[in-house]
C-alpha cells in the first residue's frame, strides 16, 4: 500500500495547481474617456444644495470601464460626512450610481451598507457587519449614453463614523449581457487608495490597484445628522438638520 502514496500525492498536488489555474477571475478593465454629452437622470435631479452631506464618489464622471461581470459582482464605496463628526450619527436615504448604457437595458442591482475594518490608513468592508439588509432596485437606462440613476431607499439608513456602500449586480438584465451590450461603470478622474473595492469571481479587489482611472460614481445623499442626548431629555435620539 505504502508504495502508492508518493502517486497519490503527485496527483493530489497537480489536481490542486490544476484547480488553481482554473480559478475565476476577471479581465483587466477596458477604459476610455466618457464622451461629451447629455446625461440622463433617473429617479431623481442632481445632489440638492440644501442636502447636508455628499458622501462616496460623487463625481463628476470622466472615464466609462468595461468592468462590470455579474453574477454578484459587488462594489464597495467607503462613506464619511465630515458634518456628522462623532458621537453624531450620519444619516441618508437616497443612494446615487452613474453607468454608461450602451442601449436601452434594465440592469438589476442590490443596495446595501456594512460596517468598516481594518487600520485607520486604509479601511475595507466589513462584509459580515451588516447596516442595512439589501434592497432590490432596476437600474432601467432609457436611452444609449451616461445615466446617474438615484434610488430611494424604503427606510434611512445610520451610521457612526465610516461605513461602506454596496452595489451589488447580482445578475445581468436580458438585454445587458451581451459583448457591446453590458452597461460600464463610469468613474472620476482620479483614484483614492482604500476609498472602493471590488468583491467578485476574481476575490476582493481594491480598484486602485486593478488600475481603474479613478473611483466608480457611487455616493449617498443625506439630509440630517442624528445627535445622541441624554435620557432626561428626549429618552433617545434628536435629530439636527443642518
Avoid at 29 to 34: Q, S, T, W
Avoid at 152 to 170: D, E
Wanted: glycine content about 8%; hydrophobic content about 40%.
Amino acid at each position: 500500500m505504502t508504495r502508492w502514496i508518493p502517486g497519490i500525492c503527485l496527483f493530489l498536488c497537480l489536481l490542486g495547481i490544476g484547480s488553481a489555474l482554473a480559478a475565476p477571475s476577471k479581465p483587466p478593465p477596458v477604459v476610455h474617456p466618457l464622451p461629451a454629452g447629455p446625461w440622463y437622470r433617473i429617479g431623481g435631479s442632481p445632489t440638492p444644495s440644501s442636502t447636508a452631506c455628499t458622501m462616496g464618489a460623487a463625481g463628476p464622471g470622466v472615464y466609462r470601464a468595461d468592468y462590470l461581470l455579474p453574477p454578484n459582482d459587488r462594489y464597495y464605496t467607503l462613506l464619511e460626512c465630515a458634518t456628522c463628526p462623532a458621537p453624531d450619527s450620519a444619516t441618508f436615504q437616497d443612494v446615487h450610481v452613474a453607468l454608461d448604457v450602451a442601449h436601452p437595458c434594465d440592469q438589476p442591482v442590490e443596495i446595501s451598507v456594512v460596517a468598516v475594518m481594518g487600520d485607520s490608513a486604509c479601511r475595507s468592508p466589513d462584509t459580515l457587519a451588516s447596516l442595512m439588509a439589501p434592497e432590490v432596485f432596476t437600474l432601467a437606462g432609457v436611452v444609449s449614453g451616461p445615466h446617474e440613476f438615484t434610488l430611494h431607499l424604503s427606510k434611512s439608513v445610520r451610521f457612526l463614523g465610516q461605513a461602506f456602500l454596496c452595489v451589488n449586480f447580482t445578475s445581468f438584465g436580458d438585454s445587458c449581457a451581451g459583448n457591446g451590450s453590458r452597461p460600464e461603470l463610469i468613474t472620476e478622474a482620479l483614484c483614492t487608495n482604500c476609498s472602493s473595492w471590488n468583491i467578485s469571481v476574481a476575490g476582493t479587489q481594491e480598484l486602485c490597484a486593478v488600475l481603474l482611472p479613478g473611483l466608480p460614481v457611487m455616493y449617498a445623499t443625506g439630509g440630517s445628522c442624528a445627535v445622541p442626548v441624554r435620557a432626561a431629555s428626549w429618552g433617545a435620539l434628536r435629530m439636527r438638520y443642518r
